[in-house]
């Protein structure tokens, strides 16, 4: 962002802080021409592709300017919804890769599929055949992702591929192509063969099934079901579970909200009771499920419930020692307030928003929660997302009391 002509700010994609660039201004937007005066925290761009593919923006910032300017999303969030709270330094969670991508595939008018991400600032598909964020595991998945969008050429709508990489091989959901005829369904039947996939499934319904995917959740093994939220990295998913189980050590019985397929339930089982509520039931089914097969867990239950509908209120609530909560985007505002309204001893909010975090966070500490810890996990390299985690404990009234008579 930068003074423009007439001196109203200008977004200018890929220019650092301080830096003086001459660029094409067109409203609040500029396009980079060139760097006049570089920034001391440029440098290269690691990826050949940096800022045709839409996918990156932010590669040319240096490794402690970027930990801290991702950081300072989460110091901003906080500051801006009132909560005091010292935020830890970035923690790098990007470990061997992204292990889940969603390819885009357009169709030209001869019935070429064009597969890969967007271009920067276009509706135009960016082709790649190597991504370097991706997880080696995801080794192949652009090829087969390409096949099966050639297979589907007929359909011509635009089409989404969300592929996994699992310990069994790809698992690749389609969004977009609605319901496919006989004969596609065989082609791609054909493509999960030559190309060893585990599963291909349309929006969810599975059309060939060559391996149950498996996917590792601590000791737990989990099938996920088609088109499942998995945490990006399987760096990031240890970094925020080992960041809650270290908080609840101790605890007895916990509850995991938004629990998914159990990333945080079927490892706090190694210890203690959890009770897992979230929405979607194939999901809940599946870490149930591994947590039944999985030797030595202790009890784990679960409740398909709408949170954002029908909280888990203060009264349910009282059982539990520990409670972590890991909502979508949108936050968790209704789970808050009646986390706030209890007594658990100990939450753990987990979030890939900084700003409904805060606002939940404010809603915890309005109830008597201290912040004891705020850490900033970052699982999208290069991107401006942010996954962050914060660790709140009751203050009783009494110990509420004597900390503002010790001022
Ligand atoms: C960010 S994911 C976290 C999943 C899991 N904790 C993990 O780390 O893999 C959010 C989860 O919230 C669930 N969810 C979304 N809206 C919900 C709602 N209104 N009530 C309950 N669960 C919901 C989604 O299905 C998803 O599993």
């Known amino acids: 962002m930068a003074p423009g002509p007439s001196k109203s700010p200008v977004f200018v994609p890929f220019a650092l802080p301080g830096e003086e660039v001459l660029a094409e201004v067109d409203g609040e937007r500029g396009l980079l ?4 005066k570089p920034s001391p925290n440029r440098v290269a761009a690691p990826c050949p592709h940096f800022s045709t593919c839409g996918g990156c923006a932010v590669q040319t910032l ?7 300017w991702k950081r300072g999303l989460v110091v901003d969030a906080l500051r801006h919804a009132g909560v005091v709270a010292d935020v830890a330094p970035l923690r790098a969670a990007w470990g061997d890769g992204r292990r889940r991508a969603t390819f885009h595939a357009r169709f030209d008018a001869r019935g070429r599929a064009h597969v890969g991400f967007m271009e ?12 370097p964020i991706l997880a080696p595991d995801m080794a192949g998945a652009l090829a087969a992702a390409r096949e099966i969008a050639q297979a589907l050429a007929g359909n011509e709508k635009p089409l989404d591929l969300v592929v996994t990489a699992s310990r069994t091989g790809l698992d690749v959901d389609l969004r977009g192509c609605g319901k496919l ?6 082609a791609l039947i054909a493509v999960a063969q030559q190309r060893d ?34 945490q990006a990295t399987a ?69 398909a419930r709408d949170l954002f509908m029908r909280p888990v209120l203060p ?31 100990k939450i753990a909010a987990v979030s890939c928003n900084p700003q409904t975090f805060a606002r939940d966070a404010r809603l915890l500490v309005a109830g008597g929660y201290a912040v004891e810890s705020v850490i900033p996990v970052d699982q999208f390299l290069y991107s401006p997302h942010v996954e962050l985690i914060g660790i709140f404990a009751k203050v009783s009234a009494r110990a509420k009391k004597k900390r503002r008579l010790l001022g």
């Open 120 to 131: 920067a600032r276009s509706h135009t598909i960016f082709e790649l055949d190597a991504c």
């Open 235 to 303: 760096a990031g998913e240890e970094a925020l579970t080992s960041v809650v189980v270290e908080a609840f050590s101790g605890a007895k019985k916990c509850a995991d909200l938004f629990s998914g397929t159990g990333a945080f339930a079927l490892r706090l089982a190694e210890k203690a009771e959890v009770f897992c509520a979230e929405s979607d039931a194939a999901a809940l089914n599946a870490c149930l499920r591994a947590a039944n097969t999985t030797p030595g867990l202790r009890n784990v239950t679960g409740e």
């Open 33 to 36: 021409i060139e760097v006049l």
């Open 197 to 230: 996939l585990a599963r291909i499934s349309n929006h969810g319904a599975v059309m060939i099934e060559r391996r149950a995917p498996e996917v590792l959740c601590g000791r737990a093994v989990v099938t996920p079901p088609p088109g499942n939220f998995l």
């Open 315 to 345: 009264a349910e609530l009282e059982k539990f020692d520990a409670v972590v909560f890991d909502p979508p985007r949108a936050g968790a505002e209704a789970q808050a307030r009646d986390l706030a309204r209890s007594s658990v001893p």
């Open 62 to 68: 240096s490794a402690a300017a970027y930990g801290e």
């Open 181 to 186: 005829d006989f004969h596609t369904e065989q």
